[in-house]
Every structure is written in structure tokens, then in C-alpha cells.
């Protein structure tokens, strides 16, 4: 199973198109294709030694037990603002 499929399996769809404000397609097609880019992005990361560390020490502070607890994640509990920083810390400025 690709890690798409578990991210897609931890969540609720029909909560999330609710949350979104769009139907379950639309919102799965979303996450099908911003997660493979967040993925490859995170790789980049990882790539570096300082870039990796870096990354563990921040996702060590940001868990929150939303993922892994085997209950969907509520994108109510999503910290969205924390999240936008992380996107950006990950794809840098890039336009």
C-alpha cells in the first residue's frame, strides 16, 4: 500500500469535502495529488543531513496524535496556519 493510500485511509472524506466545501471526488482527487508532492518534497528533506535533522526535531514538536491513532483525523483539529508554514518550509518560495 503507498503511503497516498494510508494518508488517504486515515481520513474521513466526506468530513473533509464538508471542511473543503466540495464534494468527496474533488477532495480525494486533492489529496491524491498534493501528497505524492508533499512526499517528494519531504524526501528533498531527508536528503540532507542538517535539512533532516531539522525536519525530525519539527515534526517531533508538531505531533499531535492526530495520525496513527486509527481513528480518522477530524480536519477540525488541524492546526491549518502551523500547516501552511510547514508547505512552505518545504517548498521554500517557489512560486
Known amino acids: 500500500m503507498s503511503a497516498t493510500n494510508d494518508i488517504l485511509d486515515s ?4 468530513q473533509l469535502a ?14 491524491e495529488q498534493a501528497v505524492p508532492a508533499l512526499l517528494h518534497g519531504l524526501e528533498g528533506e531527508a536528503a ?4 533532516a535533522t531539522g525536519l525530525t526535531n519539527a515534526l517531533a514538536a508538531h505531533h499531535n496524535g492526530l495520525v496513527g491513532s486509527g481513528t480518522p483525523v477530524d480536519p477540525n ?3 491549518t ?13 517557489q512560486p
Request: glycine fraction near 8%; charge should be negative; proline fraction near 3%.
Open 11 to 14: 481520513l474521513d472524506l466526506s
Open 18 to 31: 464538508s471542511y473543503l466545501g466540495t464534494d468527496e471526488d474533488t477532495a480525494k482527487s486533492a489529496i
Open 48 to 51: 540532507d543531513p542538517d535539512a
Open 77 to 79: 483539529e488541524i492546526d
Open 81 to 93: 496556519e502551523d500547516g501552511t508554514k510547514i508547505v512552505a518550509h518545504i517548498f521554500g518560495n
